[in-house]
């Protein structure tokens, strides 16, 4: 390869790595990293799924999308599954949403009633010997516990949470 | 003969100069408002490893790090870990520590996220915080997540300690259901 040759292919390469305009092309890969921070840790942020209780809809291990803005624009609705923030978005809680403001909720042999009516659940394998007498749920607040109702009910993460703890929902 | 000579204002400089003088104070007195902050993170941090347990630890060793822990606390602290338990004694911080520490083969504590303010007077701050505990019984891993509120205390050392610790119930259990295990 003749110098000249060793020049142009060396310029190429520059200009596949930067473009034929270098400050041009880093002005755009701060604005797209800076969006991209943005997005992932404000809108869309991936979240790793820990532990049991969301079995067998979310496995541990497993990766998903949340939706941080889900609930902008609407309340969450019943059989939602939402995420809870406790001090920041680090490490949060994934359960579903079972009873809403005002409503009265108990489990009766690991079926659930919503307003003293039996409620299907779809989403529950197996059997269950869950029991809790009926609760009134307060306003602002919703009632919250894991789809994996094989876990006995003293040794499960459930109950009621405050609106403005609800952080956004799955998206994927 | 042309003589090449380099001439360089006073003013070229000064501009750097003042830029670099600027970022310095700067750069000084965020240092020195976040040095509270970071002694008080560092401490957490520490605390954190201490309570850690590895697998096949000396009981000794496990011993020493519980009362390492108490250092980290005030003579009397107000410790308030749900309706029916709570801790006003170093000594019984200690005993809880080694118990909890016991019960399992290892314990991993992961400081995830904190929330802290600090009282304009910098000697208390209050301080909200998300533990991951990823522990080992039996061969079984398991992970538990809690939120807790720490009030720090600076002593006359300039040492931040916690004079006050609760679990915060983000998800607020059934009264009926009693505590979780």
């Known amino acids: ?172 | 003969m042309l003589k090449k000579t380099i001439h360089i204002k006073p003013l070229d400089l000064q501009v750097p100069l003042w830029i670099l003088l600027v970022l310095a104070l700067g750069l000084s007195v965020y240092a020195w408002t976040s040095r509270d902050s970071w002694l008080i993170h560092h401490r957490l941090s520490k605390m954190a490893s201490l309570v850690s347990k590895n697998a096949g630890e000396n009981v000794l060793v496990g011993l020493v790090r519980a009362k390492e822990v108490v250092g980290f606390f005030t003579e009397h602290p107000a410790i308030s870990l749900g309706p029916t338990a709570s801790i006003s004694d170093r000594d019984e911080i200690s005993a809880a520590i080694h118990q909890l520490r016991s019960g399992v083969d290892t314990l991993k504590i992961n400081v995830r996220d904190t929330k802290l303010n600090i009282a304009p007077n910098r000697t208390e701050a209050v301080m909200n915080v998300t533990v991951e505990g990823v522990f080992t019984v039996g061969g079984e891993t398991d992970n538990d997540l809690r939120e807790f509120q720490l009030d720090w205390v600076k002593n006359s050392d300039g040492e931040w300690l916690i004079q006050g610790a609760k679990s915060i119930q983000t998800i607020q259990r059934p009264p009926a259901l009693g505590r979780a295990f």
Not at chain 1, 32 to 43: D, E, H, K, M
Request: aromatic share 8%.
């Open chain 1, 1 to 172: 390869m003749t110098p000249n040759q060793q020049f142009t292919s060396r310029n190429r390469l520059r200009e596949l790595l930067v473009g034929k305009h270098p400050s041009r092309t880093l002005r755009r890969a701060i604005v797209l990293a800076v969006l991209a921070y943005v997005i992932a840790r404000y809108v869309f942020l991936p979240v790793h799924v820990q532990g049991m209780s969301m079995l067998p809809t979310f496995k541990d291990g497993t990766i998903h999308v949340a939706n941080l803005l889900k609930y902008t624009w609407h309340e969450p609705r019943r059989g939602d599954i939402v995420l809870i923030s406790l001090t920041g978005t680090r490490a949060l809680y994934l359960k579903r949403i079972l009873g809403l403001p005002g409503e009265t909720i108990e489990f009766r042999n690991g079926e659930l009633l919503v307003n003293g009516e039996p409620l299907a659940e779809p989403y529950v394998k197996g059997t269950n010997s869950w029991d809790m007498p009926r609760m009134t749920i307060l306003p602002r607040e919703y009632f919250v516990a894991g789809d994996n109702r094989s876990i006995p009910i003293n040794l499960h993460t459930l109950g009621t949470v405050d609106r403005t703890k609800i952080a956004g929902g799955i998206l994927f």
